[in-house]
């Protein structure tokens, strides 16, 4: 079995790391209730002794866990960016997040399933008590969720997504593979400002880059990635925006997208989504740290 090393990180490259794995193809996707919010593509090296980091230190990341569950999500509190988990009652003990590792096409790989979801205790989604959103009856279904520990919830309205026609629809559902959402694997829900209502803004991190335009919110106990959306900017601001800023602005400031991993009781995998390649088609200085 060849045996290569893969080098990885957040996308602030606040952390960077190499790992030894056997050549990554395929990745194990789980339905639970965490894993599915967060979009992890896990891959599992040996042990602690197969990580080393070369900027930044495991331990300094941000440590999510819940319940009685030996087992701990660690995320950057910078960018947002899920990078791995353990447990130290497990065999294996870690699990990478292959969407942090770089340059690599996470889309032409294949995915085993893993039913975590059927696994005990279930997962209880948190009940909303934020504001509805302002569309009114425009839209015939409203969908609720939330990020996984519960301080950022949200509520949608939209057509049924059960019927959702993607060529028929001006409301975009996507999956983007730019160097910041494949991370994540988001699956966007491009809406406007008056189809989305958030509860407990307060409790999310914003994380802007490259043209700072747009703003990344996910929370900041959890690391469930909530909103991407045009940040707040002065008239000035706004006068002073040419060139890609500016069009992203005109296209975007009326949108407010949501990320349906949140959605409770409604599977968003098994919806049609359009793949956009951002990685090559978005503008923008990132490279690899």
């Known amino acids: 079995?060849?045996?290569?090393?893969?080098?990885?990180?957040?996308?602030?490259?606040?952390?960077?790391?190499?790992?030894?794995?056997?050549?990554?193809?395929?990745?194990?996707?789980?339905?639970?209730?965490?894993?599915?919010?967060?979009?992890?593509?896990?891959?599992?090296?040996?042990?602690?002794?197969h990580l080393r980091f070369v900027k930044g230190a495991k331990e300094d990341l941000t440590v999510y866990s819940f319940g009685k569950s030996d087992f701990s999500h660690l995320f950057c509190s910078h960018?947002?960016?899920p990078v791995m988990g353990t447990n130290p009652t497990a065999d294996p003990s870690l699990y990478l997040n292959a969407r942090t590792i770089q340059d690599l096409d996470i889309w032409s790989l294949k995915a085993h399933t893993f039913d975590g979801k059927?696994?005990?205790?279930?997962?209880?989604?948190?009940?909303?008590?934020?504001?509805?959103?302002?569309?009114?009856?425009?839209?015939?279904?409203?969908?609720?969720g939330s990020c996984h520990c519960g301080a950022v919830q949200t509520a949608v309205k939209t057509k049924s997504l059960d019927t959702y026609n993607l060529s028929k629809e001006t409301h975009k559902i996507l999956e983007c593979n730019c160097n910041?959402?494949?991370?994540?694997?988001?699956?966007?829900?491009?809406?406007?400002?008056?189809?989305?209502?958030?509860?407990?803004?307060?409790?999310?991190?914003?994380?802007?880059f490259n043209l700072q335009v747009l703003r990344k919110g996910f929370c900041k106990h959890c690391g469930v990635n909530v909103v991407n959306e045009v940040a707040p900017k002065t008239d000035n601001q706004i006068e002073a925006l040419t060139g890609t800023p500016k069009m992203m602005y005109d296209l975007l400031h009326t949108k407010r997208n949501i990320n349906l991993r949140m959605l409770d009781d409604f599977d968003c995998s098994k919806l049609e989504l359009c793949r956009a390649?951002?990685?090559?088609?978005?503008?923008?200085d990132w490279v690899n740290p």
């Not at 390649?277 to 923008?284: A, H, S, T, V």
Request: aromatic share 16%; with cysteine.
């Open 79 to 81: 960018c947002g960016t």
């Open 1 to 49: 079995m060849t045996v290569k090393i893969y080098r990885g990180s957040c996308h602030c490259a606040k952390f960077v790391y190499e790992v030894n794995l056997p050549e990554i193809k395929s990745y194990d996707e789980c339905n639970c209730s965490i894993c599915f919010k967060k979009g992890y593509a896990w891959v599992f090296p040996k042990d602690d002794s």
């Open 180 to 208: 910041y959402c494949v991370r994540g694997g988001q699956i966007w829900g491009y809406l406007d400002k008056d189809q989305a209502a958030i509860h407990g803004a307060e409790h999310m991190t914003y994380y802007m």
């Open 277 to 284: 390649n951002g990685r090559e088609e978005i503008p923008g």
């Open 118 to 144: 059927s696994l005990p205790p279930s997962y209880k989604a948190p009940a909303y008590y934020g504001p509805e959103p302002e569309a009114g009856d425009k839209y015939d279904s409203t969908y609720y």
